[in-house]
C-alpha cells in the first residue's frame, strides 16, 4: 500500500471505503459496493461543473482516457452538482466517464472532501477488495491525470 495521508481526511490508505448510493449520470443511483472488486476506482471530487479549474482536471482524464482503460480503472467524478449540470458539463466537454451528484454532502462528508459551498478538490484510488489505497489531499488539475496513472501503475 501507498498513498498520501491527510489529517483532514475521513478516512486514510488501507480503510474501508465508505459505501454510498448516489444519482449518476449513467441514470442509476450508483451503488458503490456494486462496482468494486472488478477494477481499481478513481473517485475524484471537484468544486464545481464548468469552472476553469474542474474543466481542466476532468479534460486531462478525457485526454488521457485510453490510459486508464489499459490500466483497467473505473473513474467516477463527484461534486455537489445536480445530474442535469452534469450531463450538460459532460455534454460541453465530452467527458467518457459517469459523474456523481453529491447534493446532500454525504459523499464528501464521508471522505473528507466536504466543504461549505464546495466540494474540496480530492481524489481517493480504491482498489478491486474496497480499500483506500491512494489519496491526494491536493489536487493540482493540470498534474492529475497523469499523477493519477502513476499511482495506478504502482497498484497493479
Not at 466517464?97 to 481524489?123: E, P
Not at 484510488?125 to 491536493?138: F, M, N, Q
Amino acid at each position: 500500500m501507498f498513498g498520501i495521508g491527510s489529517a483532514q481526511a475521513a478516512v486514510k490508505v488501507g480503510d474501508e471505503a465508505p459505501d454510498f448510493t448516489a444519482p449518476a449520470t449513467d441514470g442509476t443511483n450508483l451503488h458503490l459496493k456494486s462496482v468494486i472488486g472488478t477494477s481499481p476506482i478513481v473517485l475524484y471530487f471537484y468544486p464545481k461543473d464548468n469552472t476553469p479549474g474542474c474543466t481542466k482536471e476532468a479534460c486531462g482524464i478525457r485526454d488521457s482516457f485510453g490510459a486508464f482503460r489499459n490500466l483497467n480503472a473505473t473513474v467516477y467524478g463527484v461534486s455537489y452538482d445536480s445530474i442535469d449540470s452534469h450531463k450538460k458539463f459532460i455534454a460541453d466537454h465530452q467527458l467518457p466517464f459517469v459523474l456523481i451528484s453529491d447534493s446532500d454532502h454525504k459523499i464528501a462528508k464521508a471522505y473528507g472532501a466536504d466543504g461549505l459551498v464546495f466540494a474540496k478538490r480530492m481524489t481517493f484510488i480504491i482498489d478491486k477488495s474496497g480499500k483506500i489505497a491512494w489519496i491526494d489531499p491536493s489536487v493540482d488539475p493540470s498534474k492529475h491525470s497523469q499523477e493519477l496513472q502513476d499511482a495506478l501503475k504502482k497498484l497493479r
